[in-house]
């Protein structure tokens, strides 16, 4: 009768793991508002992603959601206080060329957890708890300095290259690790956004591309099989 994509699948498997760690999944719309996408979201006025080059933009000023950021800010908004754990897995879109690792649409899921006393350790401890349920028990987790517009501190969390265990492949760069999520404590603009008060509660964000999460654990090495409508391929799954 049918089977679920692969995508779809790893977008259960998530929502179930995250679940088990206390967190509810939501979702939100793909039509945005500039404000919800870009604003809410301490991007400045400038950002190359706000150019609509990098942006699909309606004649009315709305766009195709570049990321499900936004669902966190609507959720904190309607919530009114915290504490807030949620994931939202969900579609987004970016003006990009096609190839192996791109595409124009493409999958996210996006946590968030606000509260009192939230720390960078517990955001290393979910990333180190999700990695070891969904690729195995033998997983590690490293954190690098990075630079995102709603999170300070901001790091990309790596995960110990699956292919070669860690010990380095042509897939890793031969380096041991693979670059898996953006993530970071939310900085305190964005809690000012929605009327949370940063000198009372701390939260932190991350972001997974769940098509890349699928290629790695399924071993597919081009993101475009997923929408062509292969039965042959989907049948695998």
Known sequence: ????HPVSQTIDECCAIFRRMGFIAVTGPELEDVWHNFDAL??????????????FYLPDGRLLRTQTSPVQ??????????PVRIVSPGRCYRRDTPDATHGVHFHQIEGLYVDRGVSLADLKSTMMKFAQEF????????MRPH????TEPSVECDFSCVMCGGKGCRVCKNSGWLEIAGAG???????RNVNFDPDE???FAFGFGLERLTMLKRRISDLRIFSDND??????F
């Open 147 to 150: 630079f995102f517009p709603f």
């Open 135 to 142: 690729f195995g028990s033998n997983m590690k987790v490293r």
């Open 42 to 55: 301490n991007a400045p006025e400038n950002h190359p992603s706000r150019d609509p080059s990098d942006t």
């Open 73 to 82: 800010i609507r959720t904190m908004m309607e919530a009114g206080k915290p």
């Open 231 to 236: 039965l042959r391929f989907l049948k695998q």
């Open 201 to 203: 509660v701390q939260g």
């Open 185 to 191: 404590m939310v900085t305190p603009q964005v809690l």
């Open 1 to 4: 009768l049918g089977r679920k």
